[in-house]
């Protein structure tokens, strides 16, 4: 894989995600946060370049809808999404969360 210089800041998070590849459902957990994408850690093991759906639940138990994204890596367990298609008020939503992340980690992870 090419280096290439991350856009957008990460932040550590703890969020519970269900995410869907075709029929077959999977659970995991984010580990860290920006407002392209996130790694996880999941039961269903993905292939980097398989597209799938998520949900998000933050800390505040609101749910983040991801209609579409692609695994941009994948080790076992582990595997990492960027976001494909996202509706704008939800986009808007994770910037703003990302933006408290950036301000009270603390008080938002735990």
């Known amino acids: 894989m090419p280096f290439s210089i991350r856009l957008f800041r990460r932040f ?3 969020c ?3 995410y869907n590849a075709g029929p077959f459902p999977g659970q995991g957990i984010v580990w860290n946060r920006s407002c392209t994408g996130w790694p996880l850690s999941g039961g ?9 759906s998520l949900t998000l639940t ?26 494909l298609a996202i509706e704008p008020h939800t986009q808007a939503r994770l910037q703003h969360y ?13």
């Open 16 to 18: 519970p995600v269900s």
């Open 98 to 110: 990302v933006k408290r992340l950036a301000r009270e980690p603390a008080k938002i992870i735990g």
């Open 58 to 83: 933050l800390p505040n138990e609101q749910h983040i809808l991801i209609p579409q994204a692609v695994v941009r890596w994948s080790r076992g367990q582990e595997f990492a999404v960027e976001n």
């Open 44 to 52: 269903l093991p993905m292939r980097q370049g398989e597209t799938l």
């Open 12 to 14: 550590p998070v703890q």
